[in-house]
């Protein structure tokens, strides 16, 4: 049986992009179905990944000016810049990613419909234009990559006014003196940190006990001792009662109280509030049973190692299968998908995958924990680096910063790298690398890196811990030999 194209892609977030990529590689007819009438990129470029960071990095820059040269007349940045501004600054990095990946499909002669796309059975897709028309399209395979959506919460209703989501926060009119986040993700403590640096009053209230509970201890007390330092203040066990607008007192009120202890409702003023609660796949009107195509509890696709999912033409990838949901690691399993649909060998990717919160600093991990090799029966010691401690910091005023290595004692393999300050979603990568290969802690004493850089720190992290299992007895000089222990 023939068919339009060798592949249907449904979403063009990093997922999509990337599996139409290496199928134009592989010589193959590609087709993105993408629902946005204007844009490309899904949430990836358009309300998530990018703009935010491009809003973190606005306001990163505005704090380092701060942090040089001082408060200019004592006024707070928010009396200074205005928000227009920094929005702008977002809308051009996201019209120019866009530009990039429809110049990318260009290039690579991958066809584009622009409407909403479900399935009619495991080979065929049929697209709602924007025009009110309706098209059908064939494959041999066909890949959905919807992405996810938030969920909205129950106890009050966003008016994109004073309450925002993370769409309505990326069009706010002005830097807000308070900002109350709800949310205990990633995403909640990224965007605290932003309107930190922004002189905003920021709260976040967190429904559960605890937070970014996969940090190691040593990365989450250097947070929230820079929370401390920020003003930040996180409330955790909170249950929202009501969250609504005081004209008379002209601001927004949130009632909440514990889930435990002290229960008495206790009422928080603030200006706007930032509702980041959990997410849900993009799998509305795909007509999934169409294709039998199979979810679990919570509605994300089920798919193998491949991405393949229990129908063998339709592969799956990206948030709407749930964990990760890393634009970082959609690329790549968008990229494996299209590998595994065509049967071209690729290279594998680990298991451990680096993580990077775009908070200001910033944190990144990748590997064990310290806790969680010694719950493991591991003998690991560990290897710190403060960056008070590092020329680049210094002249570059980021002293704020740990990097910390867990590594096996007695062969010195690295089993995790964990760092918080400044450019720690690029230093990880280092680290990684001899992950990836095997390689201990003496890589870093035995090779040169440039100097000044933040990337001294693995150096001296490395150092550190060699200084310690050399007090537990072991000969320095047969740590540094290379040879196998």
């Known amino acids: 049986m023939s068919h339009n194209y060798d592949v249907i892609i449904i979403g063009s977030g990093p997922a999509g992009f990337s599996c139409a990529m290496q199928s134009s590689k592989f010589d193959k007819k590609a087709l993105v179905v993408e629902s946005h009438k204007d844009y490309l990129g899904g949430t990836w470029i358009n309300t998530g990944t990018v703009p935010s960071k491009a809003l973190r990095e606005a306001a990163k820059t505005i704090l380092e000016f701060n942090d040089q040269f001082g408060d200019h007349e004592n006024k707070k940045p928010y009396e200074r810049f205005r928000m227009a501004d920094l929005l702008q600054y977002k809308q051009e990095i996201l019209e120019k990613e866009n530009r990039k990946v429809k110049n990318d499909l260009i290039k690579n002669e991958v066809d584009v419909a622009r409407g909403f796309g479900k399935l009619v059975d495991e080979h065929t897709v049929e697209v709602e234009t924007?025009?009110?028309?309706?098209?059908?399209?064939?494959?041999?395979?066909?890949?959905?990559?919807?992405?996810?959506?938030?969920?909205?919460?129950?106890?009050?209703?966003?008016?994109?006014?004073?309450?925002?989501?993370?769409?309505?926060?990326?069009?706010?009119?002005?830097?807000?003196?308070r900002l109350t986040v709800i949310g205990s993700g990633v995403n909640a403590i990224e965007y605290a940190t932003t309107f930190a640096a922004l002189g905003?009053?920021?709260?976040?209230?967190?429904?559960?006990?605890?937070?970014?509970?996969?940090?190691?201890?040593?990365?989450?007390?250097?947070?929230?001792?820079?929370?401390?330092?920020?003003?930040?203040?996180?409330?955790?066990?909170?249950?929202?009662?009501?969250?609504?607008?005081?004209?008379?007192?002209?601001?927004?009120?949130?009632?909440?109280?514990?889930?435990?202890?002290?229960?008495?409702?206790?009422?928080?003023?603030?200006?706007?509030?930032?509702?980041?609660?959990?997410?849900?796949?993009?799998?509305?009107?795909?007509?999934?049973?169409?294709?039998?195509?199979?979810?679990?509890?919570?509605?994300?696709?089920?798919?193998?190692?491949?991405?393949?999912?229990?129908?063998?033409?339709?592969?799956?990838?990206?948030?709407?299968?749930?964990?990760?949901?890393?634009?970082?690691?959609?690329?790549?399993?968008?990229?494996?998908?299209?590998?595994?649909?065509?049967?071209?060998?690729?290279?594998?990717?680990?298991?451990?995958?680096?993580?990077g919160i775009y908070a200001i600093p910033e944190i990144s991990n990748i590997g064990l924990t310290e806790k969680q090799a010694k719950e493991m029966g591991m003998d690991v010691t560990v290897g710190r680096a403060y960056f008070e401690n590092i020329a680049k910091a210094d002249m570059t005023n980021h002293t704020n910063g740990i990097l910390k290595l867990v590594f096996n004692s007695n062969n010195f393999k690295l089993l995790g790298?964990?760092?918080?300050?400044?450019?720690?979603?690029?230093?990880?990568?280092?680290?990684?690398?001899?992950?990836?290969?095997?390689?201990?802690?003496?890589?870093?004493?035995?090779?040169?890196?440039?100097?000044?850089?933040?990337?001294?720190?693995?150096?001296?992290?490395?150092?550190?811990?060699?200084?310690?299992?050399?007090?537990?007895?072991?000969?320095?000089?047969?740590?540094?030999?290379?040879?196998?222990?």
């Open 200 to 355: 905003t009053r920021v709260t976040v209230l967190a429904d559960s006990e605890d937070y970014l509970t996969f940090l190691d201890h040593e990365i989450k007390e250097q947070l929230e001792q820079h929370f401390n330092d920020k003003g930040i203040n996180i409330k955790t066990d909170v249950a929202i009662q009501d969250v609504e607008f005081n004209a008379l007192r002209n601001h927004t009120e949130v009632k909440f109280n514990k889930k435990s202890g002290d229960q008495r409702l206790q009422v928080l003023e603030t200006e706007h509030v930032l509702f980041l609660g959990g997410r849900k796949p993009n799998i509305d009107g795909l007509n999934l049973k169409a294709a039998q195509i199979e979810t679990d509890d919570n509605n994300f696709i089920v798919t193998d190692d491949s991405f393949k999912t229990n129908t063998d033409s339709i592969y799956a990838a990206g948030d709407v299968i749930g964990f990760p949901r890393l634009a970082s690691a959609s690329f790549s399993q968008g990229r494996l998908a299209a590998c595994n649909m065509f049967g071209i060998p690729a290279l594998e990717v680990p298991d451990q995958i680096p993580y």
């Open 130 to 177: 924007h025009f009110g028309s309706t098209e059908t399209y064939t494959a041999e395979y066909i890949l959905v990559c919807t992405g996810s959506n938030p969920v909205q919460p129950k106890e009050f209703e966003i008016d994109n006014d004073k309450i925002l989501d993370y769409k309505s926060i990326l069009e706010l009119t002005h830097i807000p003196r």
């Open 417 to 485: 790298v964990h760092i918080f300050g400044d450019e720690a979603a690029n230093l990880i990568h280092l680290g990684q690398s001899v992950m990836a290969y095997d390689g201990d802690i003496r890589y870093f004493i035995n090779h040169v890196m440039n100097y000044p850089t933040l990337s001294e720190a693995y150096r001296i992290a490395a150092f550190n811990g060699v200084n310690r299992v050399y007090k537990a007895g072991v000969k320095y000089k047969n740590i540094l030999e290379d040879q196998e222990q």
